[in-house]
């Protein structure tokens, strides 16, 4: 992916608004941080929006502000972000991982179900890679935070990622689809008490810089993000079209003959466009040879990873994470892909594939 070329068109719009927070004097949640919750939360259909330093931060306070805490649950996946399960870990909480729908990648609504007990304090889905996970299939009766930091834009039905449980969260961090100049994160609710909770804990735990009610946090997003993020909203629809457009591209060119594709959805918003195949290793060194890029995202999965070791996962606890983890592939995607681009991608996927069969 190319950020620069993603922002270029926008380049004399972003120095402006820049130049004007710099005469403005005011940097840290002043009007450009407040004009941004209210658009954001517009755009999402989202009641309120506050805005926090980062998308690690967002998911640690939103947890706070539920109550979550030591001797407390939290089911998530294990296919994803390090930041997913840390902020549990960080809230002094035990992540529980659920394995993933290889359809999907996303969570496995009957493996939450199962892992559910008595301590599960909120269940914290990721709306993975950009596609978002539906909701209303996870058990009931169980706050469900949506990790979609991957998502800006996703939609179920007619409903926006992000709206879709008690709370949400979201990431600005410079490759997500909505980004910014730097770190910055968002939290979304349609709960007034729980907004509200949220925006005391970010400055401090305190309304008015006198009065401390709260051990809180200082996390909050500053005014030169939220400019820059003001500049980047409106087109942010468009982005993530071409992401579709681009991902359809693929299919088209015959892709599917060489790998597995991701299933479409009309809310799919191709944060990553990720593909499986059991021959990684031949087609990455295919695509170095050629001088193609390419990820793999979470060859590790966190219930596999060092610092979580003491949550006492085996290998082979989680069987489709550690089969995804094996098997996928992010290949080259962005908003303004070419289709030459693209083209090059599928033959040389398709040489090294051919290679093979002789
Ligand atoms: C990027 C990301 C985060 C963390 O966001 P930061 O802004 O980098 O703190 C959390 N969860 C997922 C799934 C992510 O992709």
Redesign the pocket.
């Known amino acids: 992916m190319d950020v620069r070329a993603q922002y270029a068109p926008l380049l004399e719009e972003l120095k402006d608004r820049i130049a004007e927070v710099l005469d403005s004097g005011r940097f840290i949640l002043g009007p450009e941080v407040k004009a941004f919750e209210e658009e954001s939360a517009r755009f999402l259909g989202a009641a309120h929006a506050v805005g926090v330093a980062?998308?690690?931060?967002a998911?640690v306070i939103v947890l706070d502000a539920l109550g979550v805490g030591p001797g407390d649950e939290v089911i998530c996946p294990s296919f994803?972000?390090y930041?997913?399960a840390e902020s549990i870990a960080r809230r002094g909480a035990r992540p529980v991982f659920a394995d993933i729908d290889p359809a999907t990648l996303n969570l496995d609504a009957a493996d939450v179900s199962a892992k559910v007990t008595e301590r599960t304090k909120a269940i914290l889905p990721?709306h993975?890679f950009g596609r978002p996970l539906d909701v209303a299939v996870l058990p009931e009766g169980v706050p469900v935070v949506e990790?979609a930091?991957?998502s800006f834009g996703a939609s179920m039905g007619d409903r926006r990622a992000g709206t879709l449980g008690a709370a949400a969260t979201f990431?600005?961090?410079p490759t997500?689809n909505l980004f910014g100049l730097g770190?910055g994160?968002l939290v979304t609710t349609s709960d007034v008490d729980l907004a509200d909770r949220i925006r005391l804990l970010r400055f401090h735990g305190s309304q008015d810089k006198q009065t401390f009610e709260a051990v809180g946090y200082n996390s909050r997003l500053d005014e030169l993000q939220a400019a820059a993020l003001r500049v980047f909203l409106p087109h942010v629809e468009e982005w993530n079209e071409a992401r579709r457009t681009a991902a359809g591209r693929y299919a088209e060119l015959g892709l599917g003959q060489v790998c597995e594709l991701p299933a479409d959805e009309p809310g799919h918003v191709y944060h990553l466009y990720v593909v499986r195949t059991a021959e990684r290793e031949r087609l990455t060194a295919a695509l170095d040879q050629a001088g193609i890029g390419w990820a793999t995202h979470y060859t590790v999965p966190l219930h596999l990873q060092p610092a979580l070791a003491a949550l006492g996962y085996a290998p082979g606890s989680l069987p489709e994470t550690e089969r995804a983890a094996r098997e996928t592939l992010a290949l080259p995607l962005w908003p303004g892909i070419s289709r030459g681009e693209q083209e090059r991608v599928v033959e040389c996927l398709r040489a090294a594939s051919a290679e093979k069969a002789a």
């Open positions: 980062n998308g690690t931060d998911i994803t972000f930041a997913t990721v993975l990790d930091a991957q990431s600005f961090y997500k770190d994160g």
